[in-house]
T-cell receptor, first 113, second 115 residues
Framework: DADVTQTPRNRITKTGKRIMLECSQT?????MYWYRQDPGLGLRLIYY???????NKGEISDGYSVSRQAQAKFSLSLESAIPNQTALYFC????????????FGSGTRLTVV | AQKITQTQPGMFVQEKEAVTLDCTYD???????LFWYKQPSSGEMIFLIY??????QNATEGRYSLNFQKARKSANLVISASQLGDSAMYFC????????????FGTGTRLTIIP
């Protein structure tokens, strides 16, 4: 099993629908992140969490919410999806003691029609 | 706030040649970490190399090296003896305090290796 698992891998949804992207990890890391990737814009931080009781907005949090259900689980919700939220979404984890950056999930490709 | 600039949207390089991918950064933090990631067409993000801001020597990992010029705020990735499998998107990123907090990414460079 992958260290960081994202579900679903691909999703097509309609404008206005609520959708949840899920992330679970077996790394035992405290820190978890959600990014979105758009062509030409790189990866931009949506939300991050340094522990279960700590949730922080990132650069582009409008239109998104998150839930840290446990150390291992961090979910991203789009309350009312819109077409410009079509993107590749990555969950990632990190540990303060490591200099190897993040452990990334495989990504969720979301299309809003 | 931290900022990463990658000025090369795309590069074409002949197989077996060395390639340098440019990355400049801006930060007011005295301590920070610099990273390079590779994203092949399959989409996953692969960690390549890390450099801490107080590291005296340039980081190396196999065919990858990071040309760290602190005064110029530059952290270029050098790939020696390029291979067809090096064709991918490459992202430069940085975090405050050396460690793994809130990575800020550049916009990426798409590298294509020509046989």
């Amino acid at each position: 099993d992958a260290d960081v698992t994202q579900t679903p891998r691909n999703r097509i949804t309609k404008t206005g629908k609520r959708i949840m992207l899920e992330c679970s990890q077996t790394k035992g890391h405290d820190r978890m992140y959600w990014y979105r990737q758009d062509p030409g814009l790189g990866l931009r931080l949506i939300y991050y969490s340094f522990d279960v009781k700590d949730i922080n907005k990132g650069e582009i949090s409008d239109g998104y919410s998150v839930s840290r259900q446990a150390q291992a689980k961090f979910s991203l919700s789009l309350e009312s999806a819109i077409p410009n939220q079509t993107a590749l979404y990555f969950c990632a984890t990190s540990d303060l003691s490591s200099n190897y950056g993040y452990t990334f999930g495989s990504g969720t490709r979301l299309t809003v029609v | 706030a931290q900022k990463i600039t990658q000025t090369q949207p795309g590069m074409f390089v002949q197989e077996k040649e060395a390639v340098t991918l440019d990355c400049t950064y801006d930060t007011s933090d005295p301590s920070y970490g610099l990273f390079w990631y590779k994203q092949p067409s399959s989409g996953e993000m692969i960690f390549l190399i890390y450099q801490g801001s107080y590291d005296q020597q340039n980081a190396t990992e196999g065919r990858y090296s990071l040309n760290f010029q602190k005064a110029r705020k530059s952290a270029n990735l050098v790939i020696s003896a390029s291979q067809l499998g090096d064709s991918a998107m490459y992202f430069c990123a940085m975090s405050p305090n050396f460690g793994n907090e809130k990575l800020t990414f550049g916009t990426g460079t798409r590298l294509t290796i020509i046989p």
